[in-house]
T-cell receptor, first 118, second 113 residues
Framework: NAGVTQTPKFRILKIGQSMTLQCTQD?????MYWYRQDPGMGLKLIYY???????DKGEVPNGYNVSRSTTEDFPLRLELAAPSQTSVYFC?????????????????FGAGSRLTVL | DQQVKQNSPSLSVQEGRISILNCDYT??????FLWYKKYPAEGPTFLIS?????DKNEDGRFTVFLNKSAKHLSLHIVPSQPGDSAVYFC????????????FGTGTQLKVEL
């Protein structure tokens, strides 16, 4: 099992450029999440999804967009990149409450994507 | 508004001794708590969790204690090993919250030989 796979691992963007961070999971998890981690800070939730076609904002959604067309994939789109979006981005997934699995509260994280905006 | 706080940015202990990492929370709606471990250039990995209906949960060398009245939890690692050196994040969630986790800022644990 690959778990949660994120691409790219590293990327440098110029101010104003756009890009998409890819995330895919092969665990049949209904729930997926995007977090960002800034130096010395905890992880902050950007967006999450409880199933295909359903997305919702987290704590820090400004400047980002997401889509969830399949159970497996949850891409994060950055429009008009700004230096404040320099961060490490983590995608995660978990079972949903309706999947009848114990330990549904546990999120499995990808290895992260380090983004620098110059 | 930091709802989950880890007030010690770093902790250093000797191999074989006990490591105690602390976490405080302010939101009384949180009912599930987790500890994640993170190595450099990797994603956080789940370590241990506890539901608010319990006050202790053990898994091998790791024990999590929950004091609901004080809104405080702690992670005990006994005995500490050099491979335990990592950043430890405390996280909390609430029922009906879509499993969304609110994280603390992390504690860097260094286990010295």
């Amino acid at each position: 099992n690959a778990g949660v796979t994120q691409t790219p691992k590293f990327r440098i963007l110029k101010i104003g450029q756009s890009m998409t961070l890819q995330c895919t999971q092969d665990m049949n998890h209904n729930y997926m999440y995007w977090y960002r981690q800034d130096p010395g800070m905890g992880l902050k939730l950007i967006y999450y999804s409880v199933g295909a076609g359903i997305t919702d904002k987290g704590e820090v959604p400004n400047g980002y967009n997401v889509s969830r067309s399949t159970t497996e994939d949850f891409p994060l789109r950055l429009e008009l990149a700004a230096p404040s979006q320099t961060s490490v981005y983590f995608c995660a997934s978990s079972y949903g409450l309706g999947q009848g699995v114990s330990g549904a509260n546990v999120l499995t994280f990808g290895a992260g994507s380090r983004l620098t905006v110059l | 508004d930091q709802q989950v706080k880890q007030n010690s940015p770093s902790l250093s202990v000797q191999e074989g001794r006990i490591s105690i990492l602390n976490c405080d929370y302010t939101n009384s709606m949180f009912d599930y708590f987790l500890w994640y471990k993170k190595y450099p250039a990797e994603g956080p990995t789940f370590l241990i969790s506890i539901s608010s209906i319990k006050d202790k949960n053990e898994d091998g060398r790791f024990t999590v204690f929950l004091n609901k009245s004080a809104k405080h939890l702690s992670l005990h690692i006994v005995p500490s090993q050099p491979g335990d050196s990592a950043v430890y994040f405390c996280a909390a969630s609430k029922t009906g919250g879509g499993n969304k986790l609110t994280f603390g800022t992390g504690t860097q644990l260094k286990v010295e030989l």
